[in-house]
């Protein structure tokens, strides 16, 4: 094999730039760290006119990704594109098909299609990797696939969003409301324009929906996720779970046992002595239970063109080094798929704000409907206003079956005796 | 190659033991996941007859260690016999000969010997894999071997040893002293009859030896290791800690710079928001800096039985998935030495906890020294008893160096002012 590996990147925004400055900056030590040269020969993506801080003369230049997949020159591609289909996806099969390995940053990408891509890498004899899909600079899939591969990881679940945890964090300092810390972290570059993929959990389950299925060795199930963001979380709620010794965090929770698999993405109220409680701003945090090892935690920056170049280049230098592992652990062939269980069946506890007028016979009614479904009630706080002003009511719930719980709120709903939807935040004693 | 790798395991304590758990209880995922089936085929250990909870008809037993090296059916070596010299280093080096694998748990090998059983290694063309050397389930080897190549680590540094971080947290939550601490965690099978190893320091320099080669692309040195225990922390240095915003620590840390490498082991004092600080009981923690990643902190089980077989395993399942990578990151004739900063340079902070009499003057005097060392007080707590009483003076003082406080310190004891050496501990702002 030839003592240089010759790389070709799609996609030149923050990630595409840190990896070409890592590349350039770090040459030295990742020539004696794989005893190869890593080379970036060719580069592709949609404006090559802008600054992006790093020499793009001697590379070669092409408007169509797909290209690096059939430039003779290039011996593996780097997908920074983004996006579960469309150009990533073509260029991604592309370049398998071709027998060469492939590198990618693109969580919705495998979250969507990793286990056909995975086959074809297999197919091809080539890697396909992904440790920079998730949670950043913290190499939390060799860590499932390699460090943990003598255990069976019954639990795995995290923080995987940065801009959830730092505006949940911001929310907290300040007691600011959602809608204004999510302002000014698009102001501040922390969030996107259309901040959706983050803030309603998506990016989350994609992420979860990659750890679980190296974890437990599943076909990736992305549409098996419940998700639910931020959006609804209020000053309030993070007020009152404070009080209530809690913090509140998005947290990806994937759990294994008989009956199948659970994957959820939702806001959750942890104790402050859980290790996620001080996970602040923009850091990203995996906890894994195996039967071994017991449990572990990792914590470190989520995103970002340092962190995420590091694990792009970690992917690439395993590559130099000619390792290769199946992408999920296991040969996709010997992926078991699992029943996937439902967020009904989740069977724990519930703080619940519910926004009412203050009436007589109010309380009672929200009471009758959660006796009805058999939901015991811990705690209740009601702060007294004037006869007939609107209040908030903060309940929360000893443990008890979901689907119950959610048939008592639709109830309440119904019944008129709340003037807004419902709000529940699962209580995770993690 | 075949379809089995036939592993022979040397010391069967509680590792070993673990080691053989887990190989019978996971053997079906880990065929999964290697493709090849794990077997133990013989062992070694000094009583044949002690019952152990796991199976040993159907291996061979070899009263001498070395024996497995010579074993033709044996295709791995696991040495778990423990030791610098002696069993240990005349089987890894017999087997390293024989030109098989070696997986080993022992820390002092690897920090006395590392670079030149290495070498070995590389020049039979087999693996020497020791993850299960530093801090027990906590995949750190491999994430600075493999997950951070792409990075200059400039730091790397954390809670190393089990047993100390057991006492110092218990000490802390009970009050009491490090001798009754100590007692009783021997008493619980916590500590070792001869806990030296452990409470002096030694455990974790060995664990930092190993931890700054690889991080570094330096020699392992263990010899440069400034190393000081536990045994002088007192109940009222912890209370007094708490008092200020710290808490103590043994922390094992390592850093490069333009200098050298500077390595040391001692109490510390962080501030209770440090990532260290919250790192109860017997578990790890270990945090690394590089320059494109940021920081990433690892923390989980840092010893027993079932986190150290699942490192001991991993390094096994690397073997069968025939993955080698130099032990240290980087081939051993490529490690390059650096000069060793001595603790004299350290620059930084203290706490002081000087037990003088009540007299007259004994302030001034200490003051004295201090001053014509360019040792500057931050602050002084000085609790009032009968004149001429046993007092302890706290005091902390701002950043200077290591150098000039030895010195000030040295005129103290020798002018009589205090009645016991003056206890320090370093104040780091982690």
């Known amino acids: 094999m030839s003592d240089i590996l010759r790389i070709g990147i799609a996609g030149l925004g923050t990630v595409g730039a840190g990896t070409l400055a890592l590349l350039r900056d770090n040459a030295d030590i990742l020539r004696s760290r794989c005893g190869k040269t890593l080379t970036v020969v060719a580069v592709s993506a949609r404006d090559r006119a802008k600054d992006r801080g790093v020499d793009l003369n001697n590379l070669k230049w092409y408007d169509d990704p797909r290209a690096l997949a059939e430039d003779p020159n290039v011996d593996v591609v780097v997908e920074l594109i983004g996006g579960d289909s469309g150009p990533a996806l073509a260029l991604v099969t592309a370049t398998l098909v071709a027998g060469k390995p492939v590198v990618t ?10 286990t056909a891509l995975a086959a074809l890498a297999e ?16 190499p939390i899939i060799k860590a499932l696939r390699e460090s943990f591969a003598a255990n069976r990881t019954s639990r795995v679940y995290g923080i995987l969003n940065g801009t959830c945890n730092y505006i949940l964090t911001t929310m907290e300092s300040t007691g600011a409301e959602f809608d204004d810390v999510l302002a000014e972290a698009q102001a501040l570059g922390y969030a996107e324009a259309d901040p959706s993929f983050d803030v309603d959990g998506i990016d989350t389950a994609h992420k979860l929906a990659i750890l679980s299925s190296v974890a437990f060795g599943a076909p990736v199930d992305f549409a098996a996720v419940y998700t639910a963001g931020i959006r609804n979380v209020t000053a309030t709620d993070i007020r009152h779970a404070s009080e209530l010794g809690f913090r509140i965090k998005l947290l990806g929770i994937a759990t294994i046992g008989e009956e199948g698999i659970a994957q959820r993405v939702h806001p959750c109220m942890v104790p402050v002595s859980s290790p996620m409680a001080h996970v602040d701003g923009a850091f990203n945090a995996v906890l894994v239970d195996g039967d071994f090892v017991g449990r572990t935690i990792f914590e470190g920056p989520g ?15 395993d590559i130099a080094r000619e390792w290769r592992v199946p992408p999920f652990g296991v040969a996709s062939s010997a ?9 009904e069946d989740r069977y724990g506890a519930y703080y619940l704000r519910l926004n009412v007028l203050d009436q007589s016979g109010v309380l009672a009614d929200i009471a009758a409907h959660l006796r009805d479904h058999d939901v015991s009630i811990e705690s209740v706080l009601q702060r007294g206003r004037d006869p007939g002003e609107r209040v908030s009511v903060i309940m929360t719930t000893h443990e008890t079956y979901e689907a119950g719980l959610a048939q008592a709120l639709a109830g309440i709903s119904e019944s008129g005796a709340v003037v807004d939807p419902p709000c529940m935040i699962r209580i995770e004693n993690l």
């Open 335 to 343: 992926l078991v798929a699992r029943p996937s269980i439902p967020i």
């Open 123 to 138: 197919k091809s004899g080539v890697a396909l990797s992904f440790e920079a899909a998730v949670a950043g600079g913290i």
């Open 105 to 114: 940053a693109n969580k919705a990408l495998i979250a969507l299609h990793g």
């Open 303 to 317: 995103a970002g063109a340092g962190p995420t170049a590091s694990a792009v280049v970690a992917d690439l230098v």
